[in-house]
Nanobody, 126 residues
Framework: QVQLVESGGGSVQSGGSLRLSCAVSGITLRHYTIAWFRQSPGKEREGVACTSGVDDDIYYSDSVKGRFNIVRDNAKNAVYLQMDSLKPEDTAVYYC???????????????????WGQGTQVTVSS
């Protein structure tokens, strides 16, 4: 049984940092693409970062490029999302997901991912 468990969310002020963790069990993560998505009320789920299990390509959405960093730790079967210079518009529930695709130009599409974590809330105040 594949399980993904996110942690590390919380409340920070604008300009602050958070590090999200996603612990994966039931698969050997090094063979899989993994992505971080986020969703805020009234908006569609958005792919913010992904790392390919095929060629190690990494993608960031324009909204987070230069501020977020996705790191895969295959030894721990985990993936992290380091989020710096946070903005109020980054407020959302953040999800990790695996067994999908990471496109070099458009990133990750939620409909293509089979396994999801439960999400962790990130709130950035101005």
């Amino acid at each position: 049984q594949v399980q993904l468990v996110e942690s590390g969310g919380g409340s920070v002020q604008s300009g602050g940092s958070l590090r999200l963790s996603c612990a994966v069990s039931g698969i050997t993560l090094r063979h899989y693409t993994i992505a971080w998505f986020r969703q805020s009320p009234g908006k569609e789920r958005e792919g913010v970062a992904c790392t390919s299990g095929v060629d190690d390509d990494i993608y960031y959405s324009d909204s987070v490029k230069g501020r977020f960093n996705i790191v895969r730790d295959n030894a721990k079967n985990a993936v992290y999302l380091q989020m710096d210079s946070l903005k109020p518009e980054d407020t959302a529930v953040y999800y990790c997901a695996t067994d999908g695709f990471c496109y070099s130009d458009t990133g990750a599409r939620p409909s293509e991912y089979d396994y999801w974590g439960q999400g962790t809330q990130v709130t950035v105040s101005s």
